[in-house]
Structure formats: structure tokens, C-alpha cells
């Protein structure tokens, strides 16, 4: 009788040896730990997880994990993860990315993603600034934020509300982390993870470089508020009192993923006669 105990992997074994170029302190050190560490305690096998990331400082972090990725072009990371997991939807596809990334370029293929609710686990670090090219506002910038050069007296328009879209366009599973608490974020990422569907873990993720009152105000104003729900209504209506620092799973619905049937209704063949000139 073999009494071996099988090898469990740690999360450093779900790291990759290169080193992250990201500057001192930068929040996004937190989610990396925080994935792995979830990765770990799922104990899924590397080579059944794959992570698709867009362009930003954040999405370099597939190449800092050591599952598969791609490191995909900007705002398009979800319609490439999308094509993957129904390809091949034996694995456990991991998306990542910044606010620019995500909900300026990308904030088509993100409000659609909710919609379809393929089963896709997206992170996103938000810290409300471009921060790969040097410190513009990006769509989560306060009205009222002047510390870029090209808009000096603030961007002047409300924050897109990625929560608010995301429950009002589909996504099955609605959570809110902060670096300052990568346990805690660890833990939504494993729910996501095991969620069906689409899941949204939204994280505060202090840029230090260019906007580094956020490493305090996140850790003074972030308050763990949400106990998950299954209501849309009383998510919808936690939302509208929400100050934007509330954490925790704001919502765990219950659609069924989508996937196409397994049989395509039609050949390659006919298609192609179909739309014939
Ligand atoms: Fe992180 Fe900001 Fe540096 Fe980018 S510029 S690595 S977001 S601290």
C-alpha cells in the first residue's frame, strides 16, 4: 500500500521565477500573492489554469504566475479569455487587469462579458490612473483629481461604477478586495474561482508612483461591509449606498454559465456557402 502523502503545491510553486518590474510598494505585489495563495488552496494543477491579461502595469501579471498566459492587447484580455474557455472549457481561466485596461478600451468587451457570463474569473486593480504611461486620469478618476498634467482642473466627470455595471449587465458573482488585505482578497479570488459564471473581484490597488495618497486612504476608508447575496435587488440597493471603500462578496447569483452546445449547428463548410458572393 503506497502511504505517500500526495505533494500539495504552495503558492510560491504557482509563482514564476521573474522578477516583477513593478516600482516599490506598488499594490499589485498583494494580488499577485493573493492569487497564488488561492491557486494553492484550490490545489489546481498548473497546467489546467491559464491567465489572460491585457496591456498596464497590472496585466503583466501572467508572466509572474507559473500557469499558462497571455499577455494580450489593450482592453482586450475578456474576448481572448472568452475564446479560450469555450475552446477549451476543461480549464480554469484567470483574467487580469488595470482600470484603464479594463473600462476605457475595454469597457465593451467587459460590459458584455457580464452579459454573456462565460466562466471567467476577472481581477481588476484599480487605482484609478494610467499608471504604464506616466499618470493620466483613467475612467474610475474622481471628477476633482488634478494631479495630471493634461487635465488640470480634474477630468470634470463622475467615475464609471464597474460594480454597478457589472450586476446591471449580467455578472454572476460581485466582490471587493483591497491590497492592504491580500488573505481576504484570496479568499474572494477562491469563490470566483469556484463560482460559475462570470465573477468580478474588484480590488483598491494603490498606484505609489502616481497617486500615492491611496496607499493610506485605501487602508483608513476601506470598511468590510458585504455579506454576499443572492438578491440582484438588495446588491443593486447596497450599491446605491455604496462610498466606493465597501468590501467583501457583494453578490453570488445563480445563472448557469453560458457555453455554446457541444456540436456546432453547422459545418465550416456551410458556412462559408452561406455568406458566398
Ligand atoms: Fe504600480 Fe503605479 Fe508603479 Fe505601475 S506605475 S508599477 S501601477 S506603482
Known sequence: MNTTEPTRLTP????????????KGCGDFSVIAAITRGLSQLQLPRENVAFVSGIGCSSRIPAYSAVYGFHGVHGRALPIATG?????????????????DGFSIGGNHFMH???????????????SVYGMTKGQASPTTASDWTGSKLTPEGPGMPPFRPLEIALSAGANFISRATANDPNGMAEQIVEAIRHPGFSLVH???????????????????AHA?????????EAMHRLADDDGY????????????????????ATLEQIETEFRI
Open 12 to 23: 510560491k510553486q504557482y509563482k514564476s521565477d521573474i522578477k516583477p518590474v513593478w516600482c
Open 84 to 100: 479560450l474557455k469555450l475552446a477549451r472549457p476543461e480549464l480554469t481561466v484567470l483574467v487580469a487587469g488595470g482600470d484603464g
Open 113 to 127: 462579458s457580464c452579459r454573456r457570463n462565460v466562466d471567467l474569473t476577472y481581477v481588476v486593480m484599480d487605482n
Open 203 to 221: 480590488v483598491l490597488c494603490p498606484c505609489v508612483t502616481y497617486r500615492p495618497e491611496q496607499q493610506e486612504l485605501f487602508k483608513a476608508r
Open 225 to 233: 461591509d458585504w455579506q454576499s447575496t443572492t438578491e440582484r435587488a
Open 246 to 265: 465597501t468590501t467583501g462578496i457583494l453578490y453570488q447569483g445563480d445563472r448557469p454559465a453560458f457555453m455554446p452546445p457541444a456540436e456546432p449547428r
